[in-house]
């Protein structure tokens, strides 16, 4: 399957590829490529209790695009349509959206539900809890989450 | 253990692969195949004679001395422990001896298929948290030859005080210290990169739009990065530094800081603009400088202190176009020093009076309010410091410029000559300065 150049190896962070001929995009390997979307806020349904989490995904490719392989592609809140596949190591096409702690998390694939924080390495290791159920119920105001476990990490060196 | 301090290792997407060997000890005197597409050498039959056994044969063959310190990788085999191997030894092109035994300890190893030498296509987690490869002194290259598309690095790793973790894109050759978009492009889209401590990243392009683009803990340097947040959402930060030192950087968060920091942290040449903040101060945190930055069309404050935030800032030659306020504080406790600066077309400085401050010789231009809470001083300028074309990103000053060879300088006991500063960022000599100026001008 032969690569296509004009979109592989590119940044498409946030952009949408709607107005693109499908044929230009179909039957080929597109590699290496960022189009992830950016994770929304929906003030409604930013937290673990909350009922009918909203789907963050965007159509980014236009119809009738087909049998595209994307390697080591960033789809990140992509919605990706009919015979195309996501492969490679480096390939992710997560659900992410931005939750009251103004922090972004990974939804369940199926229910859109928080369930893992994208800082979650950080967190971790500053003994800050990663349990989306801690997501406050209203929008954190002023400083991050971030912010404030910087301060308990300097202050215990 | 394979790592060794002095190994270079690349990644290019152009003609990288994941099972090549990727990495050279740049200490070894022989030839580097790590940049050679596909590399020098692929094997199918790598074996050795029993297990706990370094030397390794091949009847395929193809080894050469000029080999020795390249590494190769173990994809797949009988008995074999897949990873990165150092050639240490060439007895001839069938033998070998690796910086380790190549087995996993329940017989000899056979048909293991490696491929010496030859770039990687991508950076990965895991190569990342490979202690066995990339170890503290190391250097990763990236070649600017595409996108590096990444979704969350994080990595708890730490370089250590005399051999930090090494990130360093080049364009066409190593070490060519590329500019723009010659730089290699990390694109994060919604993802963050989060590093511990003492990693030094250089010559580098970010992309995101995460809550936090990049995380950094202590001690982690970046020079000539351009790390660019653009998300819609509130709240947002490009770069995160702890005690870190940024120098030579540009920095852009639609929505955020551009950079936020904390203590010890030092800001030296850096640009910032487009953004909400520039240098956000965060609560707790002590001794920041910031030394010879621009700050160019900052919606709200240029460096911001929290409420919270502690002793000792430190603002110098540096300059403030077109932001809402140059430099703001709400804490009292937070001492400042803050001269040789310009502040065009931005309100000025706007901390508590409480705060024990000094300010002199800046220059207050179209500002709004100059000064909230403390004083100018005695030598400041109160007029057009004349920058080139600032509305078009030239923030250069002139002989005839009134902050010309009028900043805050060094003292005359013991020295000989004139030393003098220009106020701003811009500490060009338009001639007729001494070589002590020139020199002197740039250490801040």
């Known amino acids: ?157 | 253990m394979a790592g060794i301090a002095t190994t270079y290792w690349e990644i290019d997407p152009a003609s990288g692969n994941a099972l090549n060997g990727g990495g050279y000890d740049s200490a070894a005197g022989t030839t580097d195949y790590s940049q050679t597409s596909g590399g020098i050498l692929s094997l199918s039959d790598l074996a050795n004679s029993g297990a706990g056994v370094a030397d390794v044969s091949s009847t395929m063959g193809g080894f050469t001395a000029a080999m020795v310190g390249n590494y190769l990788q173990i994809a797949s085999g009988v008995n074999d422990d897949p990873g990165f191997y150092r050639i240490t030894a060439v007895a001839d092109t069938n033998n070998a001896t690796l910086d380790r035994a190549p087995d996993t300890g329940a017989g000899a190893m056979t048909s293991a298929v490696c491929i010496v030498g030859g770039p990687f296509a991508l950076l990965t987690d895991a190569f990342l948290e490979d202690t066995d490869a990339f170890i503290p002194g190391n250097t990763i290259w990236l070649k600017s030859s595409g996108t590096h598309s990444m979704a969350s690095v994080g990595t708890a790793r730490d370089g250590l005080t005399d051999g930090a973790l090494t990130i360093a894109g080049y364009n066409a050759t190593r070490g060519d210290t590329p500019t723009g978009d010659d730089r290699p492009l990390i694109a994060l889209g919604s993802s963050s990169w989060i590093t511990d401590n003492r990693w030094h990243y250089h010559n580098l392009r970010f992309t995101m739009t995460s809550s936090t683009g990049i995380a950094a803990d202590n001690y982690t340097v970046f020079s000539n990065c351009k790390v660019e947040n653009t998300s819609g959402t509130s709240n947002r930060d490009a770069l995160k530094s702890n005690s870190g030192f940024i120098k030579s950087c540009e920095a852009v968060s639609t929505n955020g800081a551009a950079l936020a920091c904390t203590t010890g942290s030092l800001i030296e040449s850096c640009y910032f603009h487009d953004s909400l903040t520039g240098v956000e101060i965060q609560g707790g945190s002590d001794y920041i400088a910031v030394v010879g930055c621009i700050f160019d069309t900052i919606s709200g404050i240029g460096v911001s202190a929290a409420a919270t935030s502690m002793l000792s800032h430190r603002v110098s030659q540096s300059t403030f176009y077109a932001c809402g306020t140059a430099v703001k504080s709400t804490s009292a406790q937070s001492g400042w020093a803050i001269t040789n600066c310009i502040m065009s077309g931005t309100a000025g400085v706007d901390i508590p009076t409480s705060s024990q401050s000094y300010l002199d010789h800046n220059c207050y231009n179209n500002s709004g309010t100059d000064v909230s809470g403390v004083n100018k001083g005695p030598n400041a300028v109160d007029s057009d410091p004349l920058m080139a074309d600032p509305a078009n990103g030239d923030f250069t000053i002139s002989a005839a410029s009134p902050c010309y060879n009028v900043g805050l300088g060094i003292g005359a006991a013991g020295s000989v000559g004139t030393y003098k500063k220009n106020i701003g960022a811009d500490q060009t000599t338009y001639g007729g300065a001494s070589a002590h100026q020139t020199r002197l001008e740039t250490i801040c």
Not at chain 1, 3 to 16: H, M
Not at chain 1, 19 to 24: K, L, R, S, T
Request: charged letters at 30%; glycine letters at 8%; hydrophobic letters at 35%.
């Open chain 1, 1 to 157: 399957m032969a690569r296509i150049e004009k979109y592989s190896a590119i940044d498409c962070t946030g952009l949408t590829l709607l107005g693109i001929d499908p044929a230009e995009l179909s039957g080929g390997e597109i590699v290496g490529s960022c189009f992830a979307q950016e994770a929304p806020y929906k003030a409604d349904a930013s937290h673990a209790r909350s009922t009918g989490h909203a789907s963050p995904l965007v159509k980014v490719f236009p119809d009738g695009m087909h049998d595209v392989t994307f390697i080591n592609c960033n789809l990140d809140n992509c919605i990706i349509e009919g015979v195309n596949v996501v492969v490679g190591e480096r390939s992710n096409n997560r659900k992410i959206r931005v939750m009251n702690d103004g922090d972004d998390w990974i939804l369940d694939d199926v229910t859109n539900a928080p369930k893992e924080s994208m800082l979650e390495k950080w967190y971790g290791r500053q003994g800050e809890s990663v349990d989306p159920a801690d997501i406050p119920a209203r929008k954190r105001k002023g400083e991050t989450r971030f912010s404030r476990s910087r301060r308990k990490a300097r202050a215990t060196r």
